[in-house]
């Protein structure tokens, strides 16, 4: 894959800003209508979604940084500030857009849970778009590969030439099929938070997979598994616990409901 959709002299339009641009107006488009519900106009929902992720980009990278900082910042204070050389986390951008969204939803008196259940979806549409960004600029590359699906990309000279699994085609693809999988839970929803909570068990399933197939990390923890698996370890039974403990009073205040009539 080429980096570089277009240079125009100076100017350099790069695939994944194309792609962060398609995943940042689908999101909007999705989060629009359920907006509505939430009482937000259409500019207000603009607006979060803008807010949520300029808010997700420092997140991530500041997580990058600290997390590199040795090898790639110590001394070079400028790199900080040039995203475009690579260096995002997801993790580290979720984190603080929740922590974004915590303080908006108290700020404006609106509900968190049903603003994370009406995001979730646009999070995991907007999320699959930029990681064909990433295909097409050639980050987050996967470990060789001998099966016909392989594909061989132009950059980084690491793994250039040599058949690697398209590991963020598989990402992809694989939160495609979320963001429908949450329109189905949230028709059936048992309580508020539920399509959010759902979210985050099925997204850190699908990242523990795909990273077994990651190229560009390390796998040092334990000889064998990624950072990144160990958070979404510690997401899947977050949400997990979080949602046993509110579907058992959801059921809880049916029946009390039932009782009383």
Same mark, same amino acid.
């Given at each position: 894959?080429? %980096?570089? *959709?277009?240079?125009?002299? %100076?100017?350099?339009?790069? !695939? ?7 995943? /940042?107006?689908?999101?909007?488009? /999705? ?10 106009? %259409?500019?207000?929902? =603009? ?7 300029? &808010?997700?980009?420092?997140? #991530? ?13 110590? $001394?070079? !204070? +400028? ?8 260096? @995002?986390?997801? =993790? ?6 929740? /922590? ?20 979730? $979806?646009?999070? #995991? +549409? ?7 960004? &990433? ?39 694989? /939160? ?14 048992? *309580? %508020? ?6 979210? $985050?068990?099925?997204?850190?399933? @699908?990242? =523990?997979?795909?990273? *077994? =197939? ?17 958070? &979404? ?5 977050? &949400? ?22």
């Amino acid at each position: 894959m080429f %980096p570089v *959709f277009l240079k125009l002299g %100076p100017l350099t339009i790069w !695939w994944y800003a194309i792609w962060i641009v398609v995943g /940042l107006l689908a999101a909007y488009r /999705l989060f629009r209508k359920r907006a509505e519900r939430l009482g937000l106009s %259409p500019q207000e929902a =603009f607006n979060l979604i803008l807010l949520l992720f300029w &808010c997700g980009v420092l997140g #991530a990278r500041v997580y990058y940084v600290v997390l590199y900082w040795k090898e790639e910042f110590a $001394g070079r !204070w +400028l790199e900080i500030l040039l995203i475009n050389h690579g260096g @995002l986390v997801y =993790f580290g951008g979720l984190a603080s857009a929740v /922590l974004t969204l915590i303080l908006w939803a108290r700020v404006k008196g609106k509900s968190l849970a049903a603003l994370a259940d009406a995001l979730a $979806g646009p999070l #995991a +549409l907007a999320h699959a778009f930029g990681r064909l960004g &990433c295909f097409m600029g050639g980050c987050c590359y996967g470990t060789k590969c001998d099966h016909f699906w392989a594909v061989q990309l132009q950059v980084p000279p690491a793994v250039a030439g040599i058949p690697v699994h398209p590991v963020q085609l598989y990402e992809s693809f694989g /939160l495609f099929y979320l963001v429908v999988a949450l329109m189905v839970v949230e028709g059936m929803a048992r *309580f %508020p938070g539920h399509v959010a909570l759902t979210y $985050g068990l099925l997204y850190s399933i @699908l990242r =523990f997979i795909v990273e *077994f =197939f990651r190229g560009d990390v390390p796998h040092d923890v334990l000889g064998r598994f990624t950072v990144a698996q160990t958070l &979404c370890a510690v997401l899947f039974f977050t &949400c997990w616990l979080s949602s046993a403990r509110m579907g058992y009073r959801a059921s809880m205040a049916k029946k009390r409901v039932k009782l009383e009539q």
